[in-house]
């Protein structure tokens, strides 16, 4: 079993699936608090997409109820790592 990985290693994870997603996002200029939509040019199946990349890379299930709880890189990864609570 491996360890859980720590925030910056979430966020270095979320990050990595951002700029698969979309690779023309220049990922060292991310506002980490500021809304994906409102910094990104991402639409709704980018944003899925993203979602459902975060989802394979970490095993964090992410039910549809929560997605604006993901909105900007603080808030997914603060959501992503409190979801792998041991």
């Known amino acids: 079993m491996s360890p859980k ?7 270095e994870i979320v990050l ?5 997603i979309a690779p023309e996002i220049d990922v060292a200029s991310i506002d980490p608090s500021v809304d994906w939509r409102d ?6 199946v980018d ?23 993901l909105s900007s890189l603080d808030r997914c990864v603060d ?3 409190a979801r792998m609570q041991d």
């Open 5 to 11: 990985p720590t925030p910056q290693e979430v966020r």
């Open 16 to 20: 990595r699936v951002l700029h698969t």
């Open 39 to 44: 910094q990104l040019d991402l639409d709704s």
């Open 47 to 69: 944003l899925l997409n993203f979602l459902v990349g975060v989802h394979d890379a970490l095993g964090v299930d992410i039910p549809e109820e929560d997605y604006p709880k």
């Open 79 to 81: 959501y992503v790592s």
